[in-house]
């Protein structure tokens, strides 16, 4: 009997032990982490304090950049405007969506009813969506934003300069669209950063109380350059660096709204560029630093750009990652951090979340990156090699650049087939082909499969 009430007397202590432990409330789910994406129009390699800008004072990107991670081999799809933004939005080579250039005001085409974007995949899931700045997927109404799983949409169709005051091209006028209607042609370029800037703040201020996504694609610094009175004249690189001093700030403001609104820690924040400078406009392009060549060329200085991401609490503060990414990545990698079903067809990206987390170890997903000029493979890169075919590209060598706001004569040089260690050659001054033939075997076998996939004008294949 006293064996029996011993039990008892533990049974009891037991319960009144464990007891105030099971009322403990179960931690509440952490919500769903909102997406800000800040995309920026011929931002140049070097053209961020960050990323070695001697004179341009980026004081919110910098921050930005201590606050989170920085890749330094971060690609583009295509360096032209429309490719690149069909590859950033769909996770697919551009090529396979089927847009190949930058798309004008008499294009018929865009991006198709079928493609899946970030915005479809994160609605799907209850986001609220919302998109402010350049399109340049398609302006007719079956192509913009509001087709594309936005919510709302304020903004160009197209680029900035296709308007009826560009210096060397006819031009319709410029449309800039609030929602689904045109509210004004050739518009105020000087407020066009302001804007965008204000209308990204009220988004979030509107929609802090459920996950958001949010697509920033400013118009600058694309040529013609506008900044606002606030900014005009404070740099110390003229109106280009007034330019980036204004895309700064505007970065500090969304930011700002953030932090405001308790959103820091569940909010990932991009901040890329969608290709290298336009090199042809002098003082008023970007600048590439070290990397070779710019805009509309797969040289490094074309399609090699800035990224960083901030995710506080998540993503380590105050890294860099070599390793490289590229915007096909974003899609894929977006979904893994959200929860988000993939679409079902082919998908060119790959999850990068183990480099942006700066997991020991962590390599890139990709046997190599490929990089096509509309219908041609230009080149492939796979770690630190990288393999030109041989082709024809515009270059300024030799040329002078042009001066405020019109450009220089570009020429047209050839490569033959040519391989770069980067990681030695960061310039691609000196080709290695000779001494690995090995490593130009496997590269070239790679690049054949992506020919036998998506075709090679070079090649004459469809």
């Not at 070290?290 to 399609?303: D, I, M, P, Q, S």
């Not at 979340?353 to 962590?362: D, I, M, R, T, Y």
């Not at 890139?364 to 630190?384: I, K, N």
Request: charged residues 20%; proline residues 8%.
């Amino acid at each position: 009997m006293a064996q029996l009430s011993l039990c008892w007397s533990v049974v009891v202590g037991l319960f009144v032990w464990v007891a105030p432990l099971a009322a403990q409330p179960t931690p509440a789910p952490k919500p769903p982490p909102n997406v800000v994406i800040i995309f920026a129009d011929d931002l140049g390699y070097a053209d961020l304090g960050c990323f070695g800008a001697p004179k341009i004072k980026t004081p919110n990107l910098d921050r930005m950049a201590r606050q989170g991670v920085r890749f330094t081999s971060f690609y583009v799809a295509q360096a032209v405007c429309s490719a690149s933004r069909a590859a950033l939005l769909t996770g697919r080579y551009s090529n396979r969506v089927g847009i190949l250039s930058a798309l004008g005001p008499t294009a018929k085409h865009g991006l198709a009813p079928h493609e899946r974007t970030i915005a479809d995949l994160l609605r799907a899931l209850g986001y609220a969506t919302g998109m402010v700045g350049k399109w340049h997927l398609g302006h007719l109404a079956e192509h913009l934003p509001k087709r594309h799983g936005f919510d709302t949409y304020y903004g160009l169709p197209y680029s900035n300069d296709m308007w009826p005051k560009h210096p060397t091209a006819k031009f319709p006028d410029l449309p800039l669209i609030d929602e689904d209607k045109i509210i004004a042609y050739n518009p105020d370029q000087t407020r066009l950063t302001t804007d965008y800037t204000d209308r990204a703040v009220k988004f979030i201020a509107r929609n802090k109380d459920r996950p958001f996504f949010l697509y920033v694609a400013h118009a600058m610094p694309h040529v013609p350059l506008f900044v606002s009175e606030r900014f005009k004249g404070k740099s110390e690189q003229g109106l280009y660096g007034d330019v980036i001093m204004e895309i700064d700030w505007s970065v500090g403001q969304i930011l700002e709204a953030l932090r405001k609104h308790g959103l820091d820690e569940n909010t990932l924040v991009i901040f890329t560029s969608d290709n290298g400078p336009w090199l042809s406009y002098g003082n008023h392009a970007g600048s590439a630093g070290r990397l070779r060549e710019g805009k509309g060329t797969a040289w490094e200085g074309g399609v090699r750009v800035p990224f960083i991401a901030r995710w506080p609490g998540r993503l380590p503060a105050g890294k860099t990652n070599p390793e490289p990414a590229m915007t096909i990545d974003v899609l894929p990698t977006i979904a893994k951090f959200t929860g988000a079903k993939l679409p079902g067809h082919k998908l060119d990206g790959k999850d990068i979340s183990p480099l942006l987390l700066c997991k020991e170890g962590a390599k890139s997903p990709h046997d190599a990156y490929y990089f096509y000029w509309g219908r041609e493979l230009h080149a492939v890169r796979s770690g630190p090699w990288k393999l030109y075919f041989p082709h024809s590209y515009r270059t300024l060598a030799g040329s002078t650049p042009g001066q405020d706001g019109r450009p220089g004569p570009y020429k047209t040089a050839t490569t033959d087939l040519v391989l770069y260690n980067l990681d030695d050659d960061l310039s691609e001054t000196t080709s290695v082909l000779d001494r690995h033939p090995e490593v130009v075997r496997r590269l070239q076998a790679l690049a054949d499969g992506m020919r036998a996939d998506l075709g090679d004008g070079l090649r004459k294949k469809k």
